[in-house]
T-cell receptor
Framework: GENVEQHPSTLSVQEGDSAVIKCTYSDSASNYFPWYKQELGKRPQLIIDIRSNVGEKKDQRIAVTLNKTAKHFSLHITETQPEDSAVYFCAATAAGNKLTFGGGTRVLVKP | DVKVTQSSRYLVKRTGEKVFLECVQD?????MFWYRQDPGLGLRLIYFSYDVKMKEKGDIPEGYSVSREKKERFSLILESASTNQTSMYLC????????????FGPGTRLTVT
């Protein structure tokens, strides 16, 4: 089955700097790659996703890039703000709804 | 707005007890999921269901079972709770078809003593 590895496990950045989280996946048939954000004490929520026919997708300060050849994808957050502090999870799936999640990255934005 | 609710936010049970965790969604979603969340391990899929009375094992089904008698309700059952099942349990739902976004419930923090 699919295996997703996520790095780093923790990330501390100064407010205004950029943050990058990287994930690798094992199943070359995977074709959907979402990112979820979980604020402290709250439920995970989808923030951005990308499908395998697209190499990059951007939504305001967040962007996701996908390299199918290398089987990795990344989340980029620019101009970080305190409200970006959260745990971020990447996921991958070749089977539509059956997501395999990475281990999560705890991001701390220091003012 | 999609709403996914779970029966309890916190639950304390004793080893060997039968435990029921319930999840309800109000958006007529086809698919429902149960995950457990442990630090450093992300969200691991226990079971999922793509239709009433249908279920499929996820990555860690051992020690768990599920029930989906109605479309809006998906129950997770721990037949005989053990201390290694102490965890945060998250339910999720998705509409199905070509839409994969999952909507999560608030979670149930289960402690087995």
């Amino acid at each position: 089955g699919e295996n997703v590895e996520q790095h780093p496990s923790t990330l501390s950045v100064q407010e205004g700097d950029s943050a990058v989280i990287k994930c690798t996946y094992s199943d070359s048939a995977s074709n959907y790659f979402p990112w979820y954000k979980q604020e402290l004490g709250k439920r995970p929520q989808l923030i951005i996703d990308i499908r395998s026919n697209v190499g990059e997708k951007k939504d305001q300060r967040i962007a996701v890039t996908l390299n199918k050849t290398a089987k990795h994808f990344s989340l980029h957050i620019t101009e970080t703000q305190p409200e970006d502090s959260a745990v971020y999870f990447c996921a991958a799936t070749a089977a539509g709804n059956k997501l395999t999640f990475g281990g999560g990255t705890r991001v701390l934005v220091k003012p | 707005d999609v709403k996914v609710t779970q029966s309890s936010r916190y639950l304390v049970k004793r080893t060997g007890e039968k435990v029921f965790l319930e999840c309800v969604q109000d958006m007529d979603h086809e698919n429902m999921f149960w995950y457990r969340q442990d630090p450093g391990l992300g969200l691991r899929l226990i079971y999922f269901s793509y239709d009433v009375k249908m279920k499929e094992k996820g990555d860690i089904p051992e020690g768990y079972s599920v029930s989906r008698e109605k479309k809006e309700r998906f129950s997770l059952i721990l037949e005989s709770a053990s201390t290694n099942q102490t965890s945060m349990y998250l339910c999720a739902s998705s509409s199905g078809g070509n839409t994969y976004e999952q909507y999560f419930g608030p979670g149930t923090r289960l402690t087995v003593t």
